[in-house]
Nanobody
Framework: QVQLEESGGGLVQAGGSLRLSCVVS????????LGWFRQAPGKEREFVAG????????LYGDSAKGRFTISRDNAKDTVYLIMNNLKPEDTAVYSC??????????????????WGHGTQVTVSS
């Protein structure tokens, strides 16, 4: 199994920045894609960014392009989501997830096998 734990959420003003962390433990090497998703109240879960574990290639959803960066600290098995120029519409619970199979669209939540509990990000206007 893969265990995931997020941290780094909080309250920030519009235009500010946050860095979210996702510590991957257990059988971390089973991960094919590590994804960040977010879900706002009343909305569907949305793909934000992802990283192919072995290849290191990065993936971004439309909402993240140009503002968010996903990166990995190999020594710590930690994946970061650096969010800049935050907007009120970025307010959501952010969760990291592990997809252990190569197949399945990286932007579709149902293909992910393991999930963290999430961390709340609130952006005030």
């Amino acid at each position: 199994q893969v265990q995931l734990e997020e941290s780094g959420g909080g309250l920030v003003q519009a235009g500010g920045s946050l860095r979210l962390s996702c510590v991957v433990s257990g059988r971390a090497s089973d991960t094919y894609t590590l994804g960040w998703f977010r879900q706002a109240p009343g909305k569907e879960r949305e793909f934000v960014a992802g990283l192919n574990w072995n290849a290191g290639t990065t993936l971004y959803g439309d909402s993240a392009k140009g503002r968010f960066t996903i990166s990995r600290d190999n020594a710590k098995d930690t994946v970061y989501l650096i969010m800049n120029n935050l907007k009120p519409e970025d307010t959501a619970v952010y969760s990291c997830a592990s997809k252990i199979r190569a197949g399945g669209a990286h932007y579709t939540a149902r293909w992910y096998d393991y999930w963290g509990h999430g961390t709340q990000v609130t952006v005030s206007s």
